[in-house]
């Protein structure tokens, strides 16, 4: 799994960081998304697939 | 822009919105807002207070599509906007462009000045002094009278206290700024009491922030001090945001903790189960998400101007037209959330729209979040025995508020 997150689309909601923890944080300055990891193992899958819908701005993408 | 149907060409027999909710059952939304998202078609004509007829939407899917589309604005001033109230609409000729209504980047720009100050990992931090006051104020309610209307004792005190923290508002104006942010609210109110309420505030705000440029503290409105200081932003345009968090930052939260409690005491299995799952963070959580769903504050919202045509489930919205949202159909959506007529603090529920959806999703969303986790994880932890001390069809509802909720709820324990 690949995750591509669009920097100008994310409204800093911080979903994502609540669905996957592991994968999303938040930049400290102006809540933009930061992606920890590009490649997350599959145990985080799902949380990532939850941070896809629940993210309001469409910011986050799967690839594969 | 294109072409335009005349109102009064198409306002025929059309469904009147908003109806209102049935007296029986004053958490569902209105059931004939539901007859309407049942018809299979997720958008339809709707005749409003004003006379004109925006499409409503109220399906999950279609308005979760709506809310992202850049082809709808937020702009309160555009054609076609429709206008929750007689004041919004007087009032929309002489806004100032703010995070709430502009679109694209210069929203972006607009809301980027205070996501710092909302992130969800700050907000994870303010968890022990949101407990703290959450303890101080229940403590202080076991020693008052008994029964109380937990409206003052706790739903509105507590956000409050932490907006007031947050933004560096002096709390001891609360009665002031409380008083003004339910009016800024309230749908029946007329023009000049809507640019009045408005303009008090404002002025309340940048009197606070001139004084925090001289003397900065940490909080948002010193930030914003900041930036007028360095020249980025006008002090005409820091006030309106300083009251936008204000407002949004109490009436929503302190609705939510009401109605939410007068919900739980309807529902005693629900409400066992939470009280037995109250030191799992978790399913205090996902219980949040699940009565944010189901109570849908914000539940006229969300509206859009349409400033390209837009082609959605077989019909054509026009550039000039309006759109609304209707966030608690989208939220009874049985395709997003099966029996959505049942609580079930269990459910999944998380892709709600109770904070809307898209660009202008709720800023202040963590927040809120920390705060109702906080407070139905110790209410009914700390009082077993709260109950409601009125019967249900004696409260008052505000069907006329923009933010649903209950005037006073008395409890008892
Ligand atoms: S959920 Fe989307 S909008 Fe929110 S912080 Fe994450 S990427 Fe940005």
Redesign the interface.
Known sequence: MKVVIEE??C?????C???APDVF????????VVLLTVHPPDDLAEGVR?AV??C???AIRVEQ | MAEKVADSEVSEGLPKYPSPRAARCPFAPPPELLELRDTGKSVVRVETWDGTTPWLATTHAAEREL??DPRLSANIGAPGYPHTTEAMKEHSAHMQPSINNTDGAEH?RW??ML??S????R?QKLRPAIQEITDDLIDKMLAGPNPVDLNEALSLPLPSLMICELLGVPYEDHAFFQEHAGATNARFKTAEQGAETTRVLREYIAGLIEAKIDQPGEDVLSDLGERVKAGDLLMEEAAPLGHILLVAGHDTSANMITLGTALLLENPAQLALLRENSGDPKAVANAVEELLRYLTIPHLLARRAVVADIEIDGETIRAGEGVIASLPAGNWDPAAFPEPEKVDLTRKA??HLA?????????G??LA?VELQVVFGTLFRRIPTLRLATDLAELRFKEDSQAYGIYELPVAW
Do not use: E, Y
């Open positions: 100008d689309k409204c800093a909601a911080g979903q960081v609540a669905a944080d938040q930049r400290d300055d102006d809540g933009i939850d819908a629940m309001p701005a469409v | 809310l992202s972006s809301r980027r996501t710092s909302f992130t969800r990992p907000m998380s892709h904070f809307g959806w898209g660009p202008h999703q709720c800023v969303q963590q979040r």
